[in-house]
Structures are given as C-alpha cells and as structure tokens.
C-alpha cells in the first residue's frame, strides 16, 4: 500500500494537469468565471443596480435605454418657457433690458443675442438673476462706431418657488 500512494497521487496530479489544458478543463475555469461574475453583475463600482427606484441604488434604464417614466420630474423643464425682450436698434450704449417671467415661474438661465451695424464691438458685461422670476442684462459698444445695433435677451423660465 506504501508504494502504491504515491504512484496514485501521481496518476492524479497528471489527471488534474491535463484536464485544465483540455477543452473541458478550459470550460470548468470559463464556468467559475461566470460564477464569479453573476456574484457581482447588479453592482457598478461596488454600488448595487435596482429595477426600481430605491435609496442608494443605481437605476437601471428600460429597453429603450430611457429612465423609468416614474423617476422623472413631473415639473420642470416640462413647464418651460422662454421670454424674450428686445431693446430698440440705434446706436445708443449701453442697453440695459430687465426680463421678468410669468408669475408662478422662475428664471432658470438666459442667452443673448446682438443684431446690427455695430454688433461686432458690442460686448454684454453683466446678464444675471435680479430676483428669482426676474433677469438683467446689459451691453455697451466699445468702442463706439456709431451704428445702430439691438440687444435681445431670452430668459428661461419654469415653474416652481
């Protein structure tokens, strides 16, 4: 029996050394890998996926590749809209405009635009909130040319407090 260990030690060895190189032995590491895998494929940098909204969760997107109608805002951008002021064209500097939004909106942001003659040298040095549903802007011409230029402001605004 003494002799007989290590030859059947042996026999297993070289049975465990050709199964891994084998097609078979292969797919047995391929199926520990899947196992390893499965463990692990709700989590995204170690933070867990959910299929509905939960705390601390990730959210996984539906077939479309679109978030669940459920977690979108209901107000929003969906109440969004854009109020636009217009100051006269001529060449006088600077032009100030003072947008306000409907009542029960707020200003969110704004964009500019400059029309005319002189738009090339007309800088807007200030375009900010002045109170949550009102916005300001201003522009000069510098240096003056004497042509007669507009300044429009687009304020967006959407509903809330």
């Not at 375009?127 to 522009?139: D, K, V």
Request: glycine residues 6%.
């Amino acid at each position: 029996m003494k002799r007989r260990l290590p030859l059947v030690l042996s026999i297993t060895a070289l049975v465990v050394a050709l199964a891994g190189i084998t097609p078979l032995g292969q797919a047995a590491r391929n199926a520990a890998d899947v196992v390893r895998f499965a463990r692990n494929a709700d989590r995204v940098d170690g933070i867990h996926a959910s299929k509905s909204p939960k705390a601390g969760r990730l959210l996984a997107l539906n077939s479309s590749k679109k978030f669940p109608a459920s977690v979108l805002p209901t107000t929003g951008l969906s109440s969004l809209e854009i109020v636009a002021l217009a100051s006269a064209q001529d060449s006088s500097t600077p032009k100030v405009l003072v947008v306000n939004c409907p009542a029960g909106k707020r200003a969110i942001s704004a964009a500019h635009r400059l029309t005319g003659g002189g738009a090339s040298s007309i800088a807007v040095t200030e375009s900010y909130p002045t109170t949550p549903s009102q916005w300001t802007m201003r522009a000069v011409e510098s240096p003056a040319t004497g042509s007669s230029w507009m300044l429009t402001a687009q304020v967006f605004c959407v509903a809330g407090t």
